[in-house]
């Protein structure tokens, strides 16, 4: 008789995100006394940090290095390679999609979460959707440095998105830190001489399109019955099918295959990590969010661009040296780091 493991939360190989019952069962977690952030947390900020950095080179590799024209595909891609591995993981028992799930489930089974459970999801899918269709246009038009700057704004738009869904209020210390990240880019942006308002635009509408997502993780993440990976399923199986109507409506796929460059190994190894990379990106998008807030989510993101945009000048370049943009960045580097500490500290 063969031997399968359960699919407890104890014996689950990567953490999850599964809403706490009754206590705090992080009590004991926290990163010192007093801290508002568990070990989990900093663990699940520290690993969004990481893959976003990478991910934003990679794509901008893709999408300006060998002018590739389809960002609608590269998404596309991106989504397919997603599901396959957490079938797999599922498949091979080493992840979850339900809270707390316990029970084995038949390997002959093909429903792993159910059409209520889907439905619910409908509004965080269409949110995803829309954020990484902009988010993927928006690295096109702008260099590197200032494409991290911009997005830094995305902080207030998060804000009152969450204060509009959920009514959330914020200190004066946060609300400090964060007119200083915003004041910080303006300060920035006002130097750029590659100024292009098609490229400003798209960026901002990215910003409004990440807010929403990241409120929309927030709510429904919390009422659905999923974790992360159930999260990242349900999104990939609704918006996959949507995806890739609209790649063949549009000619994405034709402009793909008549593409020069599509067999060549460079562009080949590129997308591979930019797939893998999405995967890993998307899971701490939601592990991050869930088990901190969607505003640290954002801040985290601003606190990886400090490596996002020195590698961006050293690879790819397009920003000369100002002293107004270096004193901006620094402002908004300022205002993530005050962020960070009154997270820390409980503020």
């Known amino acids: 008789m063969s031997l399968k493991p359960s699919i407890s939360a104890e014996n689950l190989i990567l953490p999850l995100s599964d809403p706490p019952k009754g206590q705090d069962p992080y009590a004991d977690d926290k990163l010192f006394k007093g801290s508002a952030m568990t070990k989990r947390g900093a663990f699940a900020a520290l690993s ?11 794509n901008k590799a893709a999408l300006s290095s060998y002018r590739f024209q389809s960002a609608n595909v590269i998404t596309l891609l991106q989504m397919v390679c997603s599901c396959c591995f957490l079938y ?94 915003v004041f910080g880019a303006f300060v920035a942006g006002a130097r ?6 098609r490229g400003y635009a798209v960026v901002f509408m990215s910003n409004i399109a990440t807010a929403i997502y990241l ?31 609209w790649t063949c409506v549009s000619g994405d796929l034709k402009t793909t295959i008549n593409f020069q460059y599509l067999f060549s190994p460079g562009f080949i190894i590129i997308l591979l990590f930019s797939c893998i990379l999405a995967f890993f990106l998307n899971y701490c998008i939601f592990l991050n969010t869930t088990l901190n807030s969607a505003v640290t989510q954002t801040i985290c993101g601003n606190l990886k661009d400090l490596f996002t945009i020195g590698l961006g000048w050293i690879v790819f370049g397009g920003l000369p040296f100002d002293v107004w943009n270096v004193i901006g960045q620094f402002l908004g580097f300022a205002g993530s780091g005050l962020y960070a500490y009154y997270k820390l500290i409980g503020k």
């Open 48 to 58: 969004y940090m990481s893959c976003a950095v990478l991910l934003v080179m990679f």
């Open 88 to 181: 797999l993981l599922r498949r091979w028992r080493m992840i979850s999609f339900t809270a707390n799930e316990s029970l084995l489930i038949s390997d002959n089974s093909t429903k792993f979460v159910s059409l209520k459970t889907l439905k619910h999801t409908l509004p965080l899918s269409a949110a995803y959707l829309f954020y990484m269709l902009v988010t993927m246009e928006s690295v096109r038009g702008v260099n590197v440095p200032m494409y991290t700057t911009l997005r830094r704004t995305t902080v207030v738009f998060t804000m009152l998105v969450e204060f509009v869904l959920v009514g959330q209020m914020y200190t004066p210390s946060v609300i400090f830190s964060v007119g200083l990240i």
């Open 192 to 197: 750029d001489f590659s100024f292009d308002a």
């Open 215 to 245: 409120a929309t993780i927030a709510r429904i993440g919390k009422t659905s019955g999923l974790n992360s990976f159930g999260l990242m399923w349900c999104n990939g199986i609704i918006c996959g099918p949507v995806l890739l109507i």
